[in-house]
């Protein structure tokens, strides 16, 4: 029982273990004093506490002024961890109550960016193509370096339960805090100026506003922001050094080297070394084999039975929920399956993505077929949890090549069809999605093409321009169909009468495959070599197992070396085997033979 005694006045040197125990994160402050691993939570929220009392940060108070508003704080617990499963650090952030300042309930600018991963994945793209090296710079308490306006300012409590040493029982915060709905904004315009101040050669993409990219002493050189998270990518250690004294000289940031870990995401950075000493990278992987056996722990998965060759049966359609088949009680636990998986097909599993993006349309109507087949995905995501997203530069092809493609009326229960799109920059897979053609009911399969085609394009576009915006270029974009009736359709100058009746908002993409405002080609290839088809439907095991590996995955996600050396072992085991059985045939055919002159020669003799 001596947990028991952990009450709010006891010393943490009075439990002197610091032995790490791996535990699930407590939810409140008095759950962090009740666990093991209290002196370590200990640590981490003095750390927070002081942080945020810093003079330049905010006052600390022991009495509330009358009238004031008072904001109520909390603490949320992380035991952050790196991608090998080892003790990263304990986190304790202290978070406030935004929602109930009331000032600012009709704030309009709160907006805050954050950048898409396909632009996290084009950066990883760039850095192999002009041979740049990817930094990583974490800014510690991001929130807390951003200036309120004094008119904007506000007063917050400490959590409950929580007694500070000189007993203060909150603070007036000059510096935003996290939870506040103004924080996010106030930390993207202070990382914003300090781009624009000491950079000023870095323009900042239109597209995407966390995307900074410019030359620097004729050097290119990259940044993108991700909240508190820097990635810099450029060739010239000079460069990288100026900027590691700017950041650390503006923000209380920590420098992580070459680029590992970004998003929970294991990344592996495989490098060359010029006679000058500088190092490029030549391959990028990215893999979540960390995340996926947490998950499966998490949702209580049988990893030692058998595990399925497909993520989702062929054909598998899963009956429209009624009353009598919903089941309320696994609404959670089916929201944070399709949740995960969800990020894992985003990131870095395509093949899964179908399958999940079509078993979340049970999240608001959960039934028990829904939670069973979610748990297939994982099991099979397991399963090749050593499967990673390999990028690697590909000269020879195009500098951006998508694949589109539809499963007509592939949803039997709205009758909907399904679009599916990928898009390669120079033979990396940067960007794909799958998707239920809503706005429309496709009369038939050319009509579902010309649709999946035309969004296929809006997508693709975007990254375009993007790319054009630095880096000028005639180049068309390449887009592949394996439907002719639609390449004929969308270069064509008059429009057929059987697509009149679509929404003028598809009939765009006519204008970008003719004309002056021409940025596509299309190109007709079989159904067999269209890449984008995983994205439509489930695919028998034949195509989704080792053929589909090797004919659709060859760059979209590749076996590392013990699955390659675990096929090889099979082969000459079967080989071995079928040695054996000839061996075997030729001793049955000689005994045969001995035999059959045996009785020759006794009918001679008799």
Known sequence: MLLALRDADSDPADFPSDAFM????PATYRQARLSPNWRQWHKAIQSEIDGILQPDRADPVTAFPPGSTVLPSKFVFKLKKLTDGSLDKFKARCTTRGDMDRTFYEEAETFAPTPQLTTFRLLLALCLKHRLMPYHY?????????????????????????????GYVGAYMKKALYGHRTSGRLWSETAHRFMTDRYPTLSRSTYDECLYIGWIDTQLFIVLIYVDDFIVACADELSRARFHTDIMSTFQATYSGVLNQFLQLRIDVQTETLPTGESYPTRIELSHERSITDLCAKFSIDTDKQPPRSPMTEG??????????????????????????????????????????????????????ALTAAKRILHYAYSTRDYTLAMAIDSAAPQLTAFCDSDHAGDTATRNSVSGYCLYFHGMLIDWWSKKQKSCTALHSTEAEYVAMSEACTSALAIYNTLTEFFPSDELIT????????????????LSSKLKHIAVRYHAVRNWCQGPLRKFTPVWIPTDDNQSDIFTKALPITKHGVPIIDKFTARLLDIKDRRVKLVEKLRAAEAQQLHAQQQQLQQQQRQDKIVLASLQRQNLIG
């Open 22 to 25: 791996d535990e699930p994160d």
């Open 138 to 166: 974490d800014v510690s308490q991001a929130f807390l370096q951003a200036l309120i306006p004094e008119d904007e300012r506000y007063y917050v409590r400490f959590p409950k339960g929580y007694i500070h040493p000189k």
């Open 316 to 369: 598998l359609s899963l009956p429209i929920p009624s009353p009598d088949t919903i089941d309320r009680s696994i609404e959670t636990p089916l929201r944070s399956l399709i949740y995960s998986l969800l990020w894992l097909a985003r990131t870095v599993r395509p093949d899964i993505y179908y399958h999940v993006t079509y078993l979340a349309q049970f999240c608001h109507q959960p039934t028990v077929e």
């Open 479 to 494: 887009i592949n169909v394996d439907n002719s009736a639609v390449q004929t359709l969308v270069t064509q100058r008059a």
